[in-house]
């Protein structure tokens, strides 16, 4: 699983223009609780909207294709 999550993560701030930077993030998988951690190197930018996504491409411990999804949220002060 860990493997195929590498260059299928992808994280955007909402509405930026497509050469606008994206947030900087780095992974770790804790695969006892088979949980994905995402940190951001930076706080993220106040009143922002910021998506997270899981693309096509991520395949679980049974060898089942991860549906992709996406989880959008709004950063305050």
């Not at 900087?24 to 190197?41: C, H, I, N, P, V």
């Not at 997270?52 to 991520?58: N, P, Q």
């Amino acid at each position: 699983m860990w493997q195929t999550v590498k260059d299928h993560v992808r994280v955007s701030y909402l509405g930026a223009a497509p050469d606008a930077a994206s947030p900087e993030w780095q992974t770790s998988y804790d695969s006892g609780a088979r949980a994905l951690e995402l940190k951001f190197s930076k706080p993220l930018g106040s009143f922002r909207t910021v998506t997270i996504e899981l693309l096509d491409g991520i395949v679980g411990f049974d060898g089942v294709a991860l549906i992709p999804w996406s989880l959008t949220f709004t950063v305050g002060n």
